[in-house]
């Protein structure tokens, strides 16, 4: 994004009326388009909102733009011709269709990380650079050589690929499948938002855990939908709450995420695993497994997934290298039934024809490789001490102000905050000190929860993030 | 995919019979679910079908599956466990969901092409692998490193590479912009997908070329869209008809391949795109500009887009590499005012989270290297040289079978085959003999029309598959 360059002599509100013009001439505001308020435009721009309020003056004096009270500045509609002509209405087209927008927290997040990358991110739900295998890539990125085609890919991913991951499946996540049980996606939204629109219908009811990051998700509602609720305690989801789920409103999937659930840190119980597969082959109900976090798992041996469990073929399985190695790669996986695996296939096609063959071929390359079992390693035990670091600042700076239980794998610390507290004041004035988490009410949950990820922070920014967060609370309880 | 082994000494339908219960217990072909017909199976694995029939007669006698006349062979749903279970009805899942399968002839192109990798492509509308810069690619590759950070891109695209994009359009498209006008996308594909699922509503009427590959594309069914035609002649489409459709049906947004247009080839005339900017900022109707072949121009100057004359801003642009440089790059992009830019980097951060930074970061590097300018300069005169092989072939071998009009630019030649023919049993003809093409039903014309694509086909492969295609014509015909 341009800003305005202080040394080059020119004032610095002629600057941006000068790049506002070229900005409007070029289309991106069109004739009749809302421009930023001073006050954002000013925070984006990082100048007082008093150099923005006379560059905008500049541009009115030319009949550029157009004030009115109440309703902002826009550009204006009669400077660019002699006749009246129409430009479409934008705006308009951009508030239509049906798929819907990011919730407004996490709209407000990115907005403000876009804006002031200082900011110490909690909220980012992925590794931090250090934490990601960079020299590795780089090394295999510099032996590697594409030795002829650089076409479209095979619509279900690239095949060494996808043979790479059934011997990584089946070594590391105790499944046995083929390669054409697998579908290689852009990371585990890709498959969620195939299986959303794809195997299920507007009208159709799901179960969701709760909270859990699929409420974050607007994709389930844009799909049309009815969500109903699995609460989580610190063993998962109960299996007779789907029992229910189903006789009362005749569910069609059940979206897990059993393993350090996201955001509470959950990890199912094994009996109720047991139990809860019974239940499905019961009823005839599919279950859809999300599993990024497993191979985290601080000390003990990573859990395996439902999955390396279901001889009836009830589950849908979902991998990704987002939150164990590098999100950047965008390379995800989803193990299902033949048919599904087709359906879906063919589906991506027509969305994005695919993923580039590089990051795939980077990917297979690097689980074949030695580097990969060292990473995984390093990973878990920095992870270990982020978390750590995370938890003796919050005892440190909040005391009795939050309650939590001590996740055992997984990127996030989730935190019920004990006095009550309005979510969206909160945030606002941790941005204003300097630190972003993700408020609960984002994951289903009510006001007064805390999701902290503590992966995507430098280790020396987490006390310092948790001092501006005690500072926060401390002003919003007053 | 797994194909048997002859020279492991054991019975390929004993190999055969050993693999699918392998699938099966795997759960790639849950209990109840169909498995492959005899003859889809045979000719997937390169065998005989009575080879087939050998290793079902195994599996049926071990109880594993079942055939019933009628209804093909099913794997037993009672095997699996003494109570009875359920495994859910994974093909009833797979034809429920929202989002439409790909058109039937496209499904069997792309199904024809996996098994028989040998058959001559005039189907896949794609560069032949060295006609890609494979070699600039490579080089860029083992010079490159990432510093540091592999995480979530920013959901406009990598900035480097839209800072790129801005002097590439400027440079060789004539167009004014700003990187924050640009979305990168996974190829056109992915924008066409965007702007029908964000800006326009179920029940909006749009205008598309008429033939056109939007017809091939079922997204614009998917959002529940009613497709209204625009008659395409060798000048392009003519304005006039977009004010009927706008009187008639209120059309919301109109769809344009104005430069060699997919599939007939045809340019817009200049005086009409004047005309055609005219009547749209008169109706306040956005355009739509999918601008994939311009630089594939053979002997002119490139035709520039009707973008770089869009003074008002009605235009949407749509680029990407796939047909100029390398489709497996996957790397697309979008110009657009400011809210809809926004709009969709939202939506599509919820569908695949955006793209891989690697082939951002390769496509970027190769748009300012000096391999860009030469590598477009050869495709040029290889397109052009592929181009009058095919046209060489067709007038010895079809004669007066076929009617055309050359194209001066793109990868496509669009024939209509004067005897009456029907499309079906011509593809599957020219199937069994070795080659293959795309009816020209797939874009919305009538029965008997023909698009050859001559940029996959190796040059040696040009004259045979004509050979192959002409036969299969004749045997149709009878």
Sequence with gaps: ?????????????????????????????????????????????????????????????????????????????YKWGATPKHTPNWSRYAVGGSFLPNVPF??????????????????????????????????????????????????????????????????????????????????????????????????????IEDPSYCYSLPMFQSA?????????????????DIRALYKKHRIKMVFLNPNFQNPTGAVLDPER????LDLVSELGLPIVEDDPFSLTAYEETPPPPIKSIDTLGSVLYIGSFSKMAASGLRVGWLVAP??????????RQQMDFGLSVVPQKLASQFLNSDYFAPHLERLRLRLLYKRDLLIEAIRAELGDLVKFTVPQGGLHLWCKVKPEVNDGKLLEEAIRRGVIFVPGSVYGSDSGYVRFTYARAGEQQIRPGIMKFAAALRAVLG
Tied chains: 1, 2.
């Design 106 to 207: 996490l709209r407000r997040i990115r907005e403000a990380l876009g804006h002031n990358p200082s900011l110490i991110d909690f909220a980012s739900g992925e590794l931090e650079g250090d934490l990601s295998p960079v020299e590795e890539i780089n090394s295999l990125l510099s032996g590697n050589h594409f030795n002829s085609y650089l076409g479209y890919d095979n619509p279900h991913g690239y095949t060494p690929l996808r043979q790479s991951l059934v011997s990584y499946l089946h070594k590391y996540r105790q499944i046995q499948t083929t390669e054409s049980s697998i579908l290689v996606t852009s990371g585990s939204q890709q498959s969620l938002y195939l299986i959303t629109q794809c195997l299920l219908s507007p009208g159709d009811a799901v179960a």
């Design 338 to 347: 033949h048919s599904v695996v087709e359906r879906l296939a063919d589906a």
């Design 273 to 276: 695993r047991a139990r809860l």
């Design 1 to 77: 994004m341009w800003t305005p360059d202080r040394s080059n002599g020119q004032p610095i509100y002629q600057q941006i009326a000068d790049d506002l013009e070229r900005r409007i001439s070029y289309g991106e505001f069109p004739p009749g388009s809302l421009l930023p308020s001073e006050r954002k435009l000013a925070e984006q721009l990082g100048v007082n909102r008093s150099t923005v309020i006379l560059a905008y003056a500049e541009l009115r004096s030319l009949g550029i733009i157009e004030s009115r009270s109440g309703s902002g500045t826009r550009v204006s509609k």
């Design 224 to 240: 049309g939908l009815r969500l109903f609720r699995l609460p989580v305690d610190s063993k998962g989801i109960k299996p007779e």
